[in-house]
């Protein structure tokens, strides 16, 4: 453990226990939606100051440095092709278990953050082998992330991230590079399927402040003609089946590419939506969010900047500033990856990491020419990474966290 950190983990485990009656009843009433706000059980209005899990339930290939390997079956490809099946099972076994663990979300609740955003991948919710069987690893780790955050008094919005086929039509939908969800019935019936098991399992829950259906549903990339007038009906459908079940929880709708094209959107068509834009590099002035906010006014529903950041720190204060100036609530990009500043927790890069990078940079067809490190020595380095995920062993930005308002505990 970094000398550094024992100073920090006792006061946060400290402040954590202190916090505990508080924490329970911040969260013991839903959040739900009136007029432009979200609002808390006793109407007061809720503005949302969260942090995106990326790379836990949802690994991208950037955030382990990797160039061309970027998608989840990508990465995955990568670890069995260093260590084998059964080695591999067990790192993404430790992986999911490391990444976010309660001691991160104590962390993120003493720093300041009322929101986690967590980006899910859709089939670690099913069994592989039987997509009728939503029996996959996720549920747990979800569970999990639910149960430390309504401790810790923090709420929890789910995103799906990577849907059946893929929504978007980039990596970070783990999709064949073009959004097939929209084009498939049996993916877009599993889509359907996934959000109403989903309901069911958290319906009861005041935790989970909402769901995020679809996350930057429809790149630029793709044939936008066809599929934009196409996104608010897949999201009527979704609605409809998550609404019998959870009939008052805001569901938060994204726009097309990449969050931002509000155009695709007509008047609400239920209770209780909320509407997303994501926003990297953009001006931290009022036009970047013009087009958004007089869509809120027109309609009367709330606004949520579901993703920004990855830029620099001085732009992070500017455009949480601007945010909160309308009243939006927002949620940045992301909590933890590796050897970054740019986020809240760094993950340092382990010895000999470049050999395991140097499949990531690669195309399959080109591992044959590359030097491969012995299995032992791949596993070594690997299984360092493994001890590196943990917050103990990271490195706080602090400067970042100061940047959106938050404290360094």
């Known amino acids: 453990m970094h000398t550094r950190f024992r100073h920090l983990l006792l006061p946060v485990a400290l402040l954590a226990a202190l916090l505990v009656a508080s924490a329970a009843r911040a969260t013991e009433g839903f959040v739900r939606i009136e007029g432009r706000n979200f609002v808390t059980p006793d109407g007061r209005p809720f503005v949302i100051r969260g942090i995106g899990l990326g790379n836990w ?10 160039r061309v390997m970027k998608a989840p ?8 092709h260093l260590i084998g099946p059964e080695d591999a099972a067990r790192f993404w076994e430790i992986y999911h278990e490391r990444y976010v663990a309660e001691a991160d979300v104590r962390f993120i609740a003493a720093a300041g953050f009322n929101t986690i955003r967590v980006p899910l991948h859709w089939d670690l919710f099913v069994d592989r082998r039987d997509h009728t069987r939503f029996e996959g690893p996720g549920w747990r780790h979800l569970d999990d992330l639910i149960r430390w955050s309504r ?10 991230h990577a849907a059946p086929g893929g929504q978007t039509g980039v990596n970070h939908d783990d999709g064949p590079g073009y959004p097939i969800t929209f084009y498939v019935p049996a993916h877009r019936r599993l889509t359907v399927e996934l959000w109403r098991r989903i309901a069911q399992r958290y319906k009861d829950e005041p935790a989970v402040l909402g769901y995020d259906l679809l996350n930057e549903p429809i790149s630029p990339y793709a044939d936008t003609d066809y599929l934009n007038p196409r996104l608010e009906d897949f999201y ?12 008052d929880r805001p569901i938060i709708l994204a726009a097309s590419q990449w969050s931002t094209n509000f155009a695709v959107f007509g008047p609400p068509f239920a209770t209780g939506l909320a509407y997303t834009y994501h926003k990297f590099w953009a001006s931290p002035k009022r036009d970047s969010i013009q087009e ?3 869509f809120s006014y027109r309609w009367n529903v709330p606004l949520f900047l579901g993703e920004a950041g990855e830029l620099t720190d001085d732009w992070n204060r500017e455009y949480v500033a601007l945010q909160e100036r309308f009243g939006i609530g927002w949620s940045f990009w992301p909590y933890k990856y590796m050897d970054s500043d740019s986020n809240v927790v760094a993950v340092r890069m382990p010895d000999g990491w470049s050999k395991i990078q140097a499949f990531g940079n690669s195309l399959p067809r080109a591992w ?6 012995s299995r032992e020595e791949a596993k070594a380095i690997l299984w360092a990474y493994l001890d590196a995920i943990r917050l103990e062993n990271g490195r706080v930005n602090e400067g970042y966290l100061r940047s959106l308002g938050m404290r360094v505990p």
């Not at 079956?73 to 069995?80: F, G, S």
């Not at 044959?368 to 490190?373: E, F, H």
Request: aromatic share 8%; glycine share 6%; net charge neutral.
């Open 57 to 66: 339930l949802m690994t991208e290939g950037y955030m382990f440095r990797f």
């Open 73 to 80: 079956r990508q990465i995955e490809q990568v670890i069995e």
């Open 151 to 160: 401790a810790a008094g923090v709420r929890v919005i789910i995103d799906l």
């Open 236 to 247: 009527r459908e979704l609605v409809a089946a998550i609404r019998p079940i959870d009939p």
């Open 292 to 294: 958004y906010l007089n």
């Open 368 to 373: 044959p020419g590359l030097p491969k490190p």
